[in-house]
């Protein structure tokens, strides 16, 4: 007679195979969001070079019509950012001046802003209120390094 033997094993997983599973899945998801938040870092930076070439598109169009760039100090002489704003470049919209990531309009005289600024100097070029040139400076966010757009003329 023929007796099939019968064994109880099961198809399922042993415990070291699904910790093994679990940390390869663990590794990838660290690649993939390292990776993503660089991307997002670079979009931020884009952002930022895009907003500064808009402002410095306006300015050289303040200077096609006045023949000089407008001084700004930062609120030092006794007017807000929204007054020198309105006064030199009305055309200039918030969300030229709000960097990513930020929810403030921010346009300091520095060159050196924070990742949250972007900053307008002139270098000490000014003769009363009227400028020969200027500089605009932003913060990258990937390599922390300060970048520079100059005035055309």
């Known amino acids: 007679m023929n007796h099939k033997r019968q064994t109880n094993k099961t198809n399922g997983f042993t415990i070291v195979e699904l910790l093994i599973v679990i940390v390869v899945i663990a590794i990838l998801a660290v690649i993939t969001l390292t990776a993503f938040s660089g991307m997002q870092a670079k979009a931020r930076d884009s952002e930022r070079k895009t907003d500064i070439k808009t402002i410095a598109k306006i300015l050289e169009l303040y200077y096609i019509d006045n023949g000089f760039y407008p001084i700004y100090s930062n609120g030092s002489v006794g007017i807000g950012l929204a007054a020198w704003r309105s006064a030199n470049l009305p055309s200039l919209r918030d969300e030229a001046i709000t960097p990513p990531g930020t929810s403030s309009v921010t346009l300091v005289n ?16 000014c003769v009363g209120t009227q ?8 913060r990258s966010e990937v390599d922390n390094t300060i970048q520079t757009v100059l005035s055309l003329n």
């Open 131 to 138: 400028c020969p040139l200027f500089r605009l400076y932003w």
């Open 110 to 125: 520095s060159t050196t802003p924070t990742i949250g600024q972007y900053g307008y100097h002139n270098s000490g070029s």
